[in-house]
C-alpha cells in the first residue's frame, strides 16, 4: 500500500500504523499529499483583472476567496470559497463606488509555507539546517550569467512541496537583477539551478595586466565592483602614490592594502584587487500617487557605486492602505533622485511628510578650528591621509569670517553640521545651513545671517576661543593641519584593524607559500618558480607593512597610556598634597610614619607625571 500511495505522490507519515492495515476493514492512514499552485484572478464588472492572488495548496479543501480582498470590492453572488483542485480560476467582483479599474492590489499576494534554509558550499550538498530530517530537501543554486556560482542552499520543508522563495531573493535583490527568480519553488523539482544578471563588467573583457601595465580591480566598501584602472609601467616601478592621486580624483580613498603600504607597487603585481572607500550620496525619493499629488519624500544614503538602495522602510510611512506600483517593494535603482507612484487604496487627504535623513552607518567626525592667517585656498581636495577631510568656513552677509573649522570624517565623507556652539546659535541665523555636510566636496564657504550690527557681529578668536592655533614662527607651513594635533581614539582603532588585517595577510601567504614549496620538491615547474618568487615578494611587503603599522600602534598605546597616567597622578598628586599638609601639624609616631610613607609616594608620582607629560608633548 506504501507503494500505491507513494506512485500517486503521497508521503505516508511515520507514525501511521499502515502495516497493520489487513487486520481491519477500516483504517486511517496519515499521509503528506503534494501540492500545486491556484491562481485566483479577480475581474471587475468591467472585465478588468483588479488582483491576482496565488496558494500553495493540496487537491482537497477549499481556498476562501474573500479573505486577502480590499474593502473596495465585493464578489459577485456573495461567493465564498473555490475548490483547490482548481488550479486557474476567475472571482467575479463588482467595485463600489468611486473606485476606478486601477490596480488597487498587485500580483505579488503569494501563500506558501516558508522553508528553512542552510546555505551549503557545492550545488550537490543537502545538509539540512541544524541536520534536522526533513519530508521535502533541494538544493538551490544561484549563479550570475556567467555560470559563476554565487551560492547554494538547502530548502527543506516537513509539510509542503512548494515553498516561498523570498529569503533567497533578498540575499541577491541589492546587487542583482532577480527579476527573473520565481516566487516560489517545487521541492520535489529536485536540485534546481537559477541565474541571476550581475552588473558588474564582464568578466571575460576584463583588462590583463602584463610586463608593460598594471591592472587594478577597485572594490568599494561593500565589496561592490568599481572600476578597473590601468597603468602603463613598461616595464618600470610604479609608486603607491599613483594609484592613490587617481583614486583621490574620483573622492575614494585607498583602505586596508597591506601589499600597497610601501612606497612603491610590489615587484611582479600585474592584476591587483585594491579596497577603497567610495564617497556616498544622498538619494531623494518621492513617491507621487494616482491624482499626481505627491505623498511625502524620503532620502536614503547610498554609495555612488550601488546599483540600488533600500526603501524598505518607506512602506510604513505611507497611508494605509497605499500600494507602491514597483516590481520589488524593497529595492529602486540608485538615482540622485527620482519618482515612484503608488495607488492609494482608501481615498485620504494625500499629504507631504519630508523625512529625515538618517545615517545608515555609525558615522564619527572630528572638528578642529583653524586660524583664519593658516586658511590656505589651495587646500580644496576633501581628502587627507586621514581619509576625507574639508575645511568649513562660515562667513556673515557682511563678507566676515566668523569661524573655520577642519572636519575630518575618516571614512565617512557625509557628517552632520551640528558642531557649532551656543554662542554661534545666538548670535546668527542658521537657518540656510543644510544638516549634512559632503567632505568629499573639499573647501566650502556657508552664508549665516548676523542678527547684530557689522560692528558687533562675534569674531572668529572669539568663537573659536582658547582652540584656536598660535603661529609659532614668521613663516608657518600653510600645508599643516591647524588646530588640535593630538592623535584620537579613532585612529588607534583604525592601526589595530590594520594590524589584524596585516597579520591575516602574513599568515594566509605564509601557509600558500609552504604549501607551494612543498609542491616544488620533488619537481618545479617555470611557472610554479614565478607563482613562487611573486609570493615571496608580496609576503616580505607585508611582513615590511605589518612591523611598520605595528611600531606606529605601540607609540600610540604608549601615547593613551600617558595620557591616562597624566590624568591619574594628578588627582594623586592633588590627593596626597592634602594630606601631607594635615599630616605636617600632627606629631604622633604614626602620624610621622604616614607623612614620609606620603612624601616618598609624592616624589614617585611626580616624577611618573613628568615622564607622560613629557612624551605627550613631545608626541609626533
Known amino acids: 500500500m506504501k507503494e500505491e500511495l507513494r506512485q500517486e505522490g503521497f508521503i505516508v507519515d511515520s507514525k501511521s500504523n499502515i502495516d497493520n492495515y489487513y487486520n481491519s476493514p477500516f483504517t486511517d492512514v496519515s499521509v ?71 490596480f488597487q492590489q498587485k500580483e505579488n499576494d503569494i501563500f506558501t509555507d ?20 526533513y519530508t521535502y530537501n533541494a538544493n538551490i543554486t544561484i549563479q550570475d550569467q556567467t555560470g559563476k556560482r554565487l551560492g547554494s542552499y538547502v530548502l527543506s520543508n516537513e509539510d509542503s512541496n512548494i515553498v516561498s522563495f523570498d529569503e533567497i531573493i533578498e540575499n ?34 576584463k583588462p590583463i595586466g602584463n610586463n608593460d601595465k598594471v591592472v587594478f580591480k577597485i572594490i568599494d566598501q561593500h565589496g561592490n565592483f568599481v572600476e578597473y584602472l590601468t597603468f602603463n609601467t613598461y616595464r618600470k616601478k610604479l609608486k603607491t602614490i599613483e594609484l592613490a592621486d587617481r583614486l583621490k580624483q574620483e573622492k575614494m580613498i585607498l583602505h586596508n592594502n597591506p601589499a600597497l603600504s610601501n612606497e612603491y607597487v610590489p615587484d611582479g603585481t600585474y592584476n591587483m584587487d585594491v579596497n577603497v572607500i567610495a564617497p556616498y550620496q544622498i538619494d531623494k525619493v518621492n513617491y507621487i500617487n494616482q491624482d499626481n499629488q505627491l505623498i511625502f519624500s524620503s532620502y536614503h544614503l547610498a554609495s555612488s557605486k550601488d546599483f540600488k538602495i533600500d526603501v524598505s522602510n518607506d512602506l510604513y510611512r505611507m497611508p494605509r492602505g497605499t ?6 517593494n524593497n529595492y529602486i535603482d540608485n538615482k540622485p533622485e527620482q519618482n515612484v507612484y503608488v495607488t492609494e487604496d482608501l481615498k485620504q487627504t494625500p499629504y507631504q511628510k519630508m523625512s529625515d535623513l538618517t545615517l545608515n552607518y555609525d558615522s564619527f567626525s572630528q572638528v578642529n578650528p583653524v586660524s583664519i592667517d593658516y586658511l590656505d585656498s589651495d587646500d580644496t581636495s576633501g581628502i587627507t591621509y586621514l581619509g576625507y577631510s574639508a575645511i568649513i568656513i562660515l562667513k556673515n552677509q557682511y563678507g566676515k569670517i566668523v569661524r573655520a573649522d577642519r572636519i575630518d570624517g575618516y571614512q565617512w565623507n557625509l557628517v552632520k553640521f551640528d558642531y557649532l556652539s551656543d554662542e554661534n546659535k545666538a548670535d546668527y541665523d542658521l537657518s540656510s545651513l543644510p544638516e549634512y555636510i559632503d567632505l568629499s566636496l573639499g573647501m566650502q564657504t556657508f552664508v549665516i545671517k548676523s542678527l547684530k550690527p557689522d560692528n558687533t557681529s562675534t569674531d572668529i ?22 588646530g588640535s594635533q593630538k592623535p584620537t581614539k579613532l585612529q588607534w582603532k583604525s592601526l589595530i584593524l590594520a594590524i589584524n588585517a596585516d597579520k591575516k595577510s602574513v599568515k594566509t601567504d605564509t601557509a600558500k607559500l609552504k604549501t607551494l614549496k612543498k609542491k616544488m620538491k620533488k619537481r618545479a615547474t617555470k611557472k610554479q618558480k614565478s607563482t613562487y618568487k611573486k609570493l615571496q615578494t608580496k609576503l616580505s611587503a607585508e611582513k615590511k607593512a605589518f612591523n611598520s603599522v605595528k611600531t606606529k600602534e605601540r607609540k600610540l598605546a604608549k601615547y593613551f597610556k600617558s595620557v591616562s597616567t597624566i590624568n591619574h597622578e594628578s588627582k594623586q598628586i592633588k590627593s596626597l598634597t592634602a594630606q601631607i599638609k594635615k599630616l605636617k601639624k600632627k606629631h604622633s609616631k604614626s602620624s610621622k610614619k604616614l607623612y614620609k610613607k606620603d612624601l616618598k609616594a609624592l616624589k614617585k608620582a611626580n616624577k611618573s607625571l613628568k615622564a607622560a607629560n613629557k612624551f605627550v608633548k613631545n608626541y609626533k
Open 32 to 102: 503528506i499529499a503534494p501540492k500545486h499552485i491556484l491562481t485566483l484572478n479577480y475581474v471587475d464588472q468591467n472585465g478588468k483583472t483588479v488582483y491576482v492572488e496565488k496558494h500553495a495548496v493540496t487537491n482537497y479543501g477549499q481556498t476562501d476567496v474573500q479573505k486577502n480582498l480590499s474593502d473596495n470590492y465585493t464578489v459577485d453572488n456573495d461567493q465564498k470559497s473555490v475548490n483547490n483542485s482548481n488550479t486557474n480560476y476567475t472571482v467575479k467582483v463588482t467595485a463600489k463606488d468611486g473606485i476606478n479599474d486601477s
Open 114 to 133: 516558508t522553508p528553512a534554509v542552510n546555505e551549503v558550499y557545492s550545488s550537490n550538498d543537502l545538509s539540512t539546517q541544524s541536520g534536522n530530517s
Open 172 to 205: 541577491y535583490n541589492k546587487d542583482y537583477d532577480t527579476s527573473g527568480l520565481p516566487k516560489y519553488v517545487d521541492l520535489t523539482q529536485g536540485n534546481q539551478i537559477f541565474t541571476v544578471n550581475s552588473h558588474n563588467v564582464d568578466e571575460d573583457n
Open 323 to 328: 500600494i507602491l506600483d514597483l516590481d520589488d
Open 461 to 482: 578668536d572669539k568663537v573659536n576661543s582658547k582652540s584656536t592655533v598660535k603661529k609659532v614662527d614668521n613663516k608657518p607651513d600653510k600645508r599643516k593641519l591647524v
